[in-house]
């Protein structure tokens, strides 16, 4: 099992950037993804990374502008958030995935608490 503790969310101007964080502790060599939840709508994923931190996969509406990207020695994982638009507001979720690949559909399977992200325009 794992416990995965979300921080970085904050108010940000379309445009800007932010960086999420994911902490991890107890047993922490899983596949990690991102997902978000705007008000009603569904929980959507976004990008996953491999226990290693050598293969990544995204969506395609944030490709080019989130990079996730993982530091074992600290247990942590990253999200960060380049030219953001208002459509990104939502409930950011980092989780321990069962793959990486968008085409193998990674499913959650530890979710964290979440952290709001709001765009101002």
């Known amino acids: 099992q794992v416990q995965l503790v979300e921080s970085g969310g904050g108010l940000v101007q379309a445009g800007g950037s932010l960086r999420l964080s994911c902490a991890a502790s107890?047993?922490?060599?899983?596949?990690m993804g991102w997902f978000r939840q705007a008000p009603g709508q569904e929980r959507d994923f976004l990008a996953a990374?491999?226990?290693?931190?050598?293969?990544?996969d995204y969506v395609d509406y944030v490709k080019g502008r989130f990079t996730i990207s993982r530091d074992n020695a600290k247990n942590t994982v990253y999200l960060q958030m380049n030219s953001l638009k208002p459509e990104d507001t939502a409930i950011y979720y980092c989780?321990?995935?069962?793959?990486?690949?968008?085409?193998?559909?990674?499913?959650?399977?530890?979710w964290g608490q979440g952290t709001q992200v709001t765009v101002s325009s």
């Open positions: 989780a321990a995935v069962t793959s990486v690949a968008l085409r193998s559909r990674p499913r959650p399977l530890y």
């Open positions: 107890g047993r922490t060599n899983w596949n």
């Open positions: 990374i491999s226990m290693s931190g050598g293969t990544t």
